[in-house]
């Protein structure tokens, strides 16, 4: 199991840019792979972008050019800045990581921040 907290979000103007931060209990290098989801309101839970132990990273087609995820392993932690912001980005979005611990998987999610893009 891990603990994930995040941080950053809030209102930001169309275009406008912003980054979220996820701060995990455990080394990045012990975790699968983290991820960022967001839901918007009536809508599904959906994948943004993730990153694994590696370091690869994968885009939702909707962000890729917008968005970039990366890592400071030292800091066990993960930031999703997001760039050219357009109203359909505004979500709730959720830190989330996978892997496995003392032989049972595990899928932990974060308390989920705002994001909202106004116009």
């Known amino acids: 199991q891990v603990q994930l907290v995040e941080s950053g979000g809030g209102l930001v103007h169309a275009g406008g840019s912003t980054t979220l931060s996820c701060t995990t209990s455990r080394s990045l290098f012990s975790i699968r792979a983290m991820a960022w989801y967001r839901q918007a309101p009536g809508r599904q839970r959906e994948l943004v972008a993730n990153i694994s132990s590696g370091g690869t990273t994968t885009y939702a087609d909707s962000v890729k050019g917008r968005f970039t995820l990366s890592r400071e392993v030292m800091k066990n932690t993960v930031h999703l800045e997001m760039n050219s912001l357009k109203l359909e980005d505004t979500a709730v979005y959720y830190c989330?990581?996978?892997?496995?611990?003392?032989?049972?998987?595990?899928?932990?999610w974060g308390q989920g921040t705002q994001v909202t893009v106004s116009s």
């Open positions: 989330n990581a996978v892997g496995t611990y003392l032989q049972r998987e595990y899928s932990n």
